[in-house]
């Protein structure tokens, strides 16, 4: 009986030390039929290992690592892919920071593209590259639109 228990020991060990390798800061389970996301410990991953992963709206949820920030001293790990391509054929450098550390790093924290140096950029108060303030700006006056539409008004508890 003792050696059943030496087996299963080997294989749960077996198991941390792959969850530790693939997802030392954990993983980001999401539903490919809903928006639903779920984030998850090393540990859980290594029992998903043993026991299978997780399934939501009758299917295996998609797996994918959680990325520390690659700034000196953040330990976030809700970070954006960042992206730096130079010219079409460069291979494409791929660094991920969080929304707190893009702009310092010359990323747009919202398309995660490099654009320090470009005067639109650098001078947006919230860090976002010129195709993404637009976008929100866009948002925004939407949002303003449907809002005087319906009467909503800005001291409206409930707006």
């Given at each position: 009986?003792?050696?059943?228990?030496?087996?299963?020991?080997?294989?749960?060990?077996?198991?941390?030390?792959?969850?530790?390798?693939?997802?030392?800061?954990?993983?980001?389970?999401h539903c490919k039929e809903c928006r639903y996301t779920e984030d998850v410990?090393?540990?859980?991953?290594?029992?998903?290992?043993?026991?299978?992963?997780?399934?939501?709206c009758g299917q295996h949820m998609v797996v994918g690592k959680l990325w520390?920030?690659?700034?000196?001293?953040?330990?976030?790990?809700?970070?954006?892919?960042?992206r730096l391509q130079m010219y079409e054929e460069d291979e494409e450098t791929v660094e991920r920071y969080c929304a707190e550390h893009c702009r310092e790093h010359g990323y747009c924290y919202l398309c995660g593209w490099f654009w320090a140096g470009i005067e639109r950029f650098d001078f947006d108060p919230g860090g976002l590259c010129p195709?993404?303030?637009?976008?929100?700006?866009?948002d925004q006056r939407a949002e303003?639109?449907?809002?005087?539409?319906?009467?909503?008004?800005e001291s409206d508890p409930y707006g």
């Open positions: 009986m003792s050696w059943i228990v030496e087996i299963l020991n080997m294989a749960k060990s077996v198991h941390s030390g792959i969850a530790g390798d693939v997802y030392p800061h954990g993983a980001r389970l410990t090393t540990d859980q991953c290594a029992r998903y290992f043993a026991e299978g992963w997780p399934r939501h520390q920030c690659e700034h000196e001293g953040c330990e976030s790990t809700d970070t954006i892919e960042c195709e993404c303030r637009s976008q929100v700006d866009a303003e639109e449907e809002a005087a539409e319906w009467g909503w008004m």
